[in-house]
């Protein structure tokens, strides 16, 4: 099992950055595939970005395509999205999760963070 804390949330206008953070706790997180989630309010959550443990292989949701990163260092146990060109339509709560397994999965995570809030305003 893997403990998950997310930071990095916050207010920013149409056309800014965001970073976020994830940093795990427990013995599988480097060998964990590592998901960013969010979910909006009256919508359910949706698949943003996946990376595989060793970061060779990383998969985005159309939406977020060409403007979000995800990256991730296992000495530190962190996993990042990096949020660029944001728009009003990417506000939600992010999640990071965690997954033991093969691929890049968009679906079944195992271990799930509390969760930030990001707003972007117009």
């Known amino acids: 099992q893997v403990q998950l804390v997310e930071s990095g949330g916050g207010l920013v206008q149409a056309g800014g950055s965001l970073r976020l953070s994830c940093v795990g706790s427990?013995?599988?997180?480097?060998?964990?595939?590592m998901g960013w989630f969010r979910q909006a309010p009256g919508k359910e959550r949706e698949f943003v970005a996946a990376?595989?443990?060793?970061?060779?292989?990383?998969a985005y949701a159309d939406s977020v395509k060409g403007r979000f990163t995800i990256s991730r260092d296992n000495a530190k146990n962190t996993v990042y999205l990096q949020m660029n060109s944001l728009k009003p339509e990417d506000t939600a709560v992010y999640y990071c999760?965690?997954?033991?397994?093969?691929?890049?999965?968009?679906?079944?995570?195992?271990?799930w963070g509390q969760g930030t809030q990001v707003t972007v305003s117009s």
């Open positions: 999760a965690a997954n033991v397994g093969a691929g890049l999965p968009r679906t079944g995570y195992n271990d």
């Open positions: 990376i595989s443990w060793r970061a060779s292989s990383t």
């Open positions: 427990g013995r599988t997180f480097s060998s964990s595939v």
